[in-house]
Nanobody, 116 residues
Framework: QVQLVESGGGLVQPGGSLRLSCLAS????????MSWYRQAPGKERELVAA????????TYADSVKGRFTISRDNRKNTVYLQMNSLKPEDTAVYYC?????????WGQGTQVTVSS
């Protein structure tokens, strides 16, 4: 059974940084691409960043390019999202995602609030 557990969210001031982690289990982590999504109140869930199975290819939403970095450690079954220069508009619940055998799986989400 695929399980994704996010951590690392919290309250941070504008311009600050956070690192999110997602610990995966129940599947062969190193074989699958991983993604981070976010959903702000009243808005649709959107893709933030994605990384290939070996970590050699990444993609980012235009709104976070140059500020966020996705990475993974296949020895630890963990994907990370380093978020720098945070803005109030980055406030959202952040979700880890993968697709195993064609089925999407989501974590429970971690709240990120950017406010002074």
């Amino acid at each position: 059974q695929v399980q994704l557990v996010e951590s690392g969210g919290g309250l941070v001031q504008p311009g600050g940084s956070l690192r999110l982690s997602c610990l995966a289990s129940g599947f062969t982590f190193s074989v699958y691409a991983m993604s981070w999504y976010r959903q702000a109140p009243g808005k649709e869930r959107e893709l933030v960043a994605a990384i290939s199975s070996a970590g050699g290819s990444t993609t980012y939403a235009d709104s976070v390019k140059g500020r966020f970095t996705i990475s993974r450690d296949n020895r630890k079954n963990t994907v990370y999202l380093q978020m720098n220069s945070l803005k109030p508009e980055d406030t959202a619940v952040y979700y880890c995602n993968t697709r195993v055998s064609g089925r999407p799986s989501w974590g429970q989400g971690t709240q990120v609030t950017v406010s002074s």
